[in-house]
Nanobody
Framework: VQLVESGGGLVQPGGSLRLSCAAS????????MSWYRQAPGKERELVAA????????NYVDSVKGRFTISRDNAKNTVYLQMNSLKPEDTAMYYC????????WGQGTQVTVSS
């Protein structure tokens, strides 16, 4: 089983990034997928989640209207489009798969700074 995140980096406030998480080794289309983040000294928090078929999405209040989670079950990939980024969005972002089992990716760093 693998979840491999990509797309992180350094971006200025107000900028955009698109995170991707490529999954393998399990039946991706049967799993709800989420993005979590963890900033230094803080607990890991759920940022966005999407159901297995993509019919329902949820977001933490702080990113509503700025972030969009989506998935492509044909490509076994989940995405997080992040717009209007703020310095407080700086964190390590993790991909998470949840069904009968839970799987985590290794994370990708997002830094928002001028």
């Amino acid at each position: 089983v693998q979840l491999v995140e990509s797309g992180g980096g350094l971006v200025q406030p107000g900028g955009s990034l698109r995170l991707s998480c490529a999954a393998s080794g399990f039946t991706f289309s049967s799993y709800a997928m989420s993005w979590y983040r963890q900033a230094p000294g803080k607990e890991r928090e759920l940022v966005a989640a999407i159901t297995s078929a993509g019919g329902s999405r949820n977001y933490v209040d702080s990113v509503k209207g700025r972030f969009t989670i989506s998935r492509d079950n044909a490509k076994n990939t989940v995405y997080l489009q992040m717009n209007s980024l703020k310095p407080e969005d700086t964190a390590m972002y993790y991909c998470h798969a949840h069904s009968r089992y839970d799987y985590w990716g290794q994370g990708t760093q997002v830094t928002v700074s001028s």
